[in-house]
């Protein structure tokens, strides 16, 4: 090996070891500021169980509805050509480079209940200011664009081979879809899911906007609550250890269902083909 090879290969060690220091340095800053019994407060203040309740649930559903309208579009953009696809695939990205302050005042004029929209969610009985929908509509969009790209990615990686076998044993085109299409591009799927369920319930800026405050509204019938992130942004001027104590403990969640979603896809009980996760 010589020199020259020898430093190139030394910065780029460098170059890495910097970059995973500044990944893990300030989480271990926060759990050592922490300690046990700043971890311990925060598991035992009610107003942040509260909290942490109300967005696991609406985390849920914002997944939820992101796989129902993000998978089709993802199928979409991989499989068919059609004029304006894309201008259409720089659209689904546009949630991820607008800052997401401007995406709650948005969706603060779209949904003002003087404004035509507004006044027909509420006519359908659906709050948005402040209210569970409002929540799952911020994280819908700040969100649902992970499910949109890691969706087109598998369903393209698809083997088109695979299928043409599937149709000339006589499947018809949904057959294949929901036998070969879908399995096939499950991990991508679920690593999209992964994606947006962390996205979302790392998001503040929106919720600052469009529903600080959430009153008990369907499906969440318990007191007025916020996000778990806008709770330790607001407790982070009152009360600093209790805010840094709730950050390690969102973290030990968020790390938690990461490795348990990790867990199952190596265990192999999804009867999946293939690793997407890490």
Request: aromatic letters at 8%.
């Amino acid at each position: 090996m010589d020199r020259s090879s020898a430093l190139g290969r030394g910065l780029a060690a460098a170059a890495s070891a910097s970059l995973v220091g500044l990944f893990v340095l300030p989480l271990v800053a926060l759990f050592v500021y922490a300690g046990g019994s700043g971890l311990g407060v925060a598991a035992g203040d009610p107003g942040f169980r509260t909290a942490l309740e109300f967005t696991l649930l609406a985390s849920a559903l914002a997944v939820g509805s992101g796989l129902l309208v993000g998978i089709p579009l993802g199928y979409a953009l991989a499989r068919f050509r059609f004029p304006g696809r894309r201008l259409l695939e720089s659209v689904v990205m546009v949630p991820v480079v607008v800052p997401h302050l401007v995406v709650g005042i948005g969706l603060l004029l779209l949904f003002a209940p003087n404004g035509p929209v507004g006044h027909f969610a509420g006519a359908l009985g659906i709050p948005v200011l402040d209210a569970t929908a409002g929540v799952v509509l911020v994280m819908v969009y700040v969100g649902a664009p992970y499910i949109v790209l890691t969706s087109q990615l598998a369903f393209r990686a698809v083997d088109d081979e695979v299928l043409e076998a599937a149709r000339s044993l006589g499947a018809s085109p949904t057959e294949a879809l929901v036998t070969v299409t879908l399995p096939s591009a499950a991990r991508g799927i679920l690593t999209g899911a992964l994606l947006m369920w962390a996205r979302g319930v790392s998001e503040v800026g929106g919720f600052l906007i469009l529903a600080f405050a959430v009153s008990p509204s369907p499906p969440w019938s318990g007191p007025t609550t916020s996000t778990a992130s806008v709770w330790i942004y607001s407790y982070w001027g009152i009360d600093p250890t209790a805010a840094v104590g709730a950050s390690a403990l969102l973290v030990l969640v968020a790390l938690a269902i990461f490795l348990a979603v990790r867990g199952f896809d190596r265990s192999g009980l999804s009867g999946l083909a293939g690793r997407w996760l890490p």
